[in-house]
């Protein structure tokens, strides 16, 4: 087996503990999948996590993982609260990236030839692009009590209903935000941006039910075959960004305050009940509820533009959002023990089984709804957490593809290609702000998501529900 890794089963390797390693690495995967895992060296990231001080069980990575910052993307990590750390690498620059899935009472066949006009409306209400600004426009004042309600204040200004808020992680508002903690330029970065969708791999994607795998789970996500979908997907902004960048800069000194014995430098961090760590952790919680607040804007104006298009009888209804980047104070079961730890999942979503209490009521049943979306010209999936999850990951599973060909490496494959006339042809409609932010996302530079969600639902990780396909997109 490559790079050491002794294989558990068959869709679960372990990398063993060597050198300055707390606990083993575990890689959740087929084993045709690991040749381009361990070709980014991004499992050498997951051991280098493994290194760091109060880990407990495993430093795990996904099937999507990929190269990141400090930790790998596909990363998942817990946390002793007392003899632990919290680290922004963890969480990443994007903090509460995340995804939102959209049902509507249409039908594919409902869409027929508005499908232009469609993502061209869709394209031309919400903001989208490298650096892009909204209509929305805030002070100070209104910016920090934003921060502190999530997207409560989107529902109290007129975007959606209160009932929203039960379909979204942390009811759309994660405690313990703290506004003074956040920098000017980081208030500055964000007072124009909210409602945008922004650039990179960000996306609203529209698209139908394709195939169904569990009929009685999606009856109560109220998933139907050929139902029209929309999935939103995008964080916290320059405004998250800077967050990231602020608490890098704070975590170098206190890694060394802390007389913390590092990998890499990019692992920088504090003890989680430190004041650095604190104050981290507060400060992510408004980025946290920055992201959510973004999501159920952007969700409202799709309802107004679809509407605009195909009439006052269109309705959407969120039927779950998801963060993917977030470091979160836990309960778990430990050697037999309920321990509150902190878990870092970094391009990783939370996949509580059936009965947890962090559920909606209405999901209690089935599980937490998980969001695996795509890349622009194949397919996304929708699963539930599982108990297995619970016992094995904190409750945690992939959260998309994963990149297999860096930005650069992309643009170059797809050099003198119209993607736009290959998507076409595919029935898909794509609007994108330039013809390199398309260069970047082609399918080619992804893993194929299918592989992803049959590695996580073989691990029994997440059980799968059901397949949706395109049929527009835009990307910033």
């Known amino acids: 087996m490559q790079r050491n890794a002794v294989k558990i089963n068959d869709f679960c390797f372990e990398i063993p503990k060597t050198g300055n390693m707390h606990v083993p690495a575990r890689i959740y995967a087929s084993e045709h999948m690991l040749n381009d895992i361990f070709q980014d060296n991004a499992s050498e990231q997951a051991k280098n996590v493994a290194c760091l001080p109060g880990i407990v069980g495993y430093s795990f990575a996904m099937p999507d993982i990929h190269w990141g910052y400090g930790f790998p993307i596909g990363g998942v990590a817990g946390f002793n609260l007392e003899t632990g750390i919290v680290s922004p690498g963890g969480v990443g620059y994007d903090i509460n990236c995340g995804v939102r899935l959209i049902k509507t009472n249409l039908r594919r066949q409902d869409i027929g030839n508005h499908l232009k006009p469609l993502m061209k409306a869709l394209y031309k209400r919400i903001p989208s692009g490298v650096g892009s600004t909204g209509p929305i426009k805030l002070n100070k004042k209104e910016e920090k009590t934003l921060l502190t309600k999530g997207a409560r204040w989107a ?58 795998f569990d009929s009685t789970t999606a009856q109560v996500l109220g998933l139907k075959k050929d139902g029209v979908t929309l999935i939103v997907h995008t964080g916290s902004r320059g405004f998250g960004h800077q967050v990231c960048e602020d608490y890098i800069k704070i975590m170098l000194k206190a890694t060394q305050k802390y007389n913390i014995d590092l ?214």
């Not at 929203?164 to 330029?185: Q, V």
């Not at 969708?197 to 394709?210: K, M, T, Y």
């Not at 963060?323 to 309920?338: D, F, P, Q, T, V």
């Not at 709804?369 to 996304?380: A, E, F, H, T």
């Open 155 to 212: 529902i109290e200004n007129g975007y959606g209903n209160e009932s929203d808020l039960d379909k979204i992680e942390e009811n759309g508002c994660m405690a313990d935000a703290e506004p003074d903690l956040i920098s000017d330029r980081a208030l500055e970065r964000g007072k124009a941006q909210i409602g945008t969708l922004g650039s990179g791999n960000h996306f609203v994607e529209l698209g139908f039910v394709d195939e169904i």
């Open 263 to 476: 990998p890499d430098r990019q692992l920088c961090c504090a003890p989680v009940r430190s004041p650095e760590g604190k104050n981290y952790l507060s400060a992510m919680a408004c980025a946290v509820n920055f992201s959510f607040c973004n999501r159920q804007i952007i969700s409202c104006w799709a309802q107004d533009v679809f509407r605009s298009i195909l009439g006052s009888s269109v309705e959407l209804y969120p039927v779950y959002e998801v963060a993917h980047n977030i470091a979160k104070i836990e309960e778990h079961s430990i050697e037999g023990a309920k321990v509150s730890i902190c878990v870092h999942r970094k391009g990783a979503t939370r996949a509580f089984g059936p009965n947890h209490p962090a559920i909606p009521q209405a999901y209690q049943q089935i599980g937490q709804p998980v969001l695996i979306p795509g890349d622009m010209g194949r397919y996304s999936y929708v699963l539930t957490g599982t108990e297995k999850a619970m016992k094995e990951t904190f409750g945690s599973t992939c959260h998309g593809a994963g990149r297999r060909l860096s930005r650069k490496k992309a643009k170059k494959a797809a050099q003198n290609r119209n993607l736009f006339k290959e998507l076409e042809d595919m029935g898909i409609v794509l609007q994108a702000s330039s013809r390199a932010t398309a260069s970047e996302e082609i399918s080619e530079a992804y893993k194929d998501v299918t592989d992803v969600v049959d590695a996580v639902s073989g691990a029994g990780l997440s059980n799968k529900v059901a397949k949706l396909i395109p049929l527009g997109v835009i990307k910033g």
